[in-house]
């Protein structure tokens, strides 16, 4: 009789345990997050210079539970399984349409993303006529929720200067992610 109700209570342990992990799989939900812009400006670039470097940085809080919450109702930053980006942007704002002053100014630009430790890169190749906005090649399978889970992000743009400017130039920068959230 103890053996029978032994068994019985290891298959019923066993099946509870199963069903908890099936319910919380379940109500994992992948949702697509878009940024608001970050808005860099590159200062005028003077002479021209081979060597890339930062050309604009901008430290920015992180505002993805808000974002998080809005999709999907009742998680949050902390609910986050794996994010990955799925696109990034960078769009001059100003000077609009200016031939002296876009993209093409520079040489292959990188965009950073930085948070707590860790780091992720998006690149573009060199332009090779008047350019106004790039759209970055990325690694869609790295998993950055540890960068944008951070209180604060860090963006940073590098290149080289192939062509000098003669004015600032303003870019906003826009992420799209893949999340996946759940408890």
Known sequence: MKKKLLALLVIGSAVVVSSCSKIKEATNQDITLTT???????EQLTTANAN??????????????????????????????????????????NPVNDASNNFNNLGAVSAKLEGNGKTFTANHAVTTSATYELNFTVD??????????AS????????PVRTPTNK??????????DAVVGL
């Open 36 to 42: 608001a812009a970050v808005t860099l400006t590159i």
């Open 52 to 93: 890339s470097a930062v050309i604009s940085s901008k430290i920015s809080s992180a505002e993805l539970d808000a974002l998080i919450k809005q999709k999907a109702s009742g998680f949050g930053i902390k609910n986050v399984k794996s994010l990955k980006i799925k696109t990034l942007k960078a769009k001059i704002i």
């Open 140 to 149: 869609s399978s790295v998993d950055i929720k540890d960068i944008v889970s």
């Open 152 to 159: 604060t992000v860090s963006y940073s743009l590098s290149a």
């Open 168 to 177: 600032p130039i303003t870019i906003e920068l826009v992420a799209t992610y």
